[in-house]
């Protein structure tokens, strides 16, 4: 079996695009770096993929489109540089790979996107989706008439044909969290959770996932209140106040997606801090600095390079060696973080 450049990234112990921008000599990457790379792989016996010439020989045009909502979000943010990854790997064989950023849902936008895309004969979609009746129309069509795979990325549309999700098992994720809650609430008293927009399939089907976990085997934890933050700081600053008011017995919050600064500025300010257990997700470095302060006690993560990454490679796979994905749902690992191994 011939040498694999995840394979090289694996014994140098750095990403796969770092090894491929020192083997093709592009990119900012430092002169040591690449050498040591190099030869590393020169020791491994790997042979330069002939993907790219073969690509350009026979004149294949691969073109892909990845559609980003809640770009306003940071765990967004990580997930782009990801697909800046799988776009560099697959431009550098030849293909084309065009990603458009929206901030909020705008499920209208993402309808002209796809149909723009059409237009100029793109042969693959990734993008995250959100609740929407007309958009689950748009994709269904996609997939089943006009013969477009799409791939859904961080959050999940099971019925619309698409060709598989790559992103973590929201649902498990927020059965998870409430496991955590049990643990150090005692497995009694009140909760909040407070969640982000409305329409975001993954981050419903966390707060579904929690809530439903607490009711069948956490009945001493009441749920007091779900809180919409729209993936607003200030949003889910002025739920949290409202929380604390209307609640004044509260033990716990649990925090689906983006707001938790907020979540933790309100808490710190009222000294709830470390006395209102709370959970949240990603692990971002203002979550990782609550963290550590003991304001949050548990992280959940989800690995946003994969889920930016994956989707443009799969559809790369597809369209140039026609290799479907191994599985319909690749889901991410499901971590853990404390203050102590964070």
């Known amino acids: ?129 959100s609740e929407n009746p007309e958009l689950k129309k748009v994709i269904s069509k996609y997939c089943k008439e006009y013969g477009i795979p799409i791939v859904m990325m961080n959050a999940d549309l099971e019925d619309t044909g698409r060709l598989c999700f790559v992103g973590q098992d929201n649902y498990q994720s927020g059965r998870t969290a409430a496991g955590l809650m049990r643990e150090i609430t005692g497995g009694k008293g009140q909760v909040g959770v407070i969640t982000g927009e409305v329409s975001n399939p993954g981050l419903k089907a966390r707060r579904n996932g929690f809530t439903e976990e607490l009711q069948k085997c956490y009945p001493h934890i009441q749920v007091a209140a779900v809180c919409y933050s729209h993936d607003e700081e200030e949003e889910a600053a002025r739920a949290t106040e409202q929380l604390l008011v209307q609640y004044p017995q509260l033990t716990g919050i649990y925090v689906t997606g983006h707001g938790v600064s907020g979540v933790c500025r309100v808490l710190k300010k009222a000294g709830k801090d470390g006395k209102i257990r709370m959970i949240a997700n990603d692990f971002l470095e203002e979550n990782k600095k609550w963290l550590k302060e003991g304001t949050i006690n548990f992280l959940i993560g989800q690995d946003a390079r994969t889920q930016g990454y994956e989707p443009v490679m799969i559809l790369f796979r597809l369209l140039f060696d026609q290799i479907k994905p191994e599985k319909e749902l690749l889901h991410t690992e499901i971590a853990i973080k404390t203050r102590y191994n964070i």
């Open 1 to 129: 079996m011939p040498v694999t450049l995840e394979e090289i990234a694996k014994a140098a112990g750095v990403s796969r695009g770092t090894v491929d921008r020192a083997l093709h000599d592009r990119g900012r990457i430092r002169p040591e770096v690449a050498a040591e790379i190099k030869k590393l792989a020169l020791e491994m016996g790997y042979q330069p993929s002939r993907a790219g010439k073969a690509l350009a020989m026979s004149g294949k045009k691969i073109k892909i489109g990845v559609i980003l909502q809640y770009m306003e979000t940071p765990f967004m943010m990580q997930t782009l540089k990801g697909v800046q990854e799988g776009k560099q790997e697959v431009e550098s064989l030849g293909g084309i790979v065009q990603i458009c950023e929206i901030e909020k849902v705008r499920p209208d936008k993402v309808i002209k996107l796809m149909e723009d895309m059409r237009r100029q004969r793109f042969q693959g979609i990734a993008l995250t989706p």
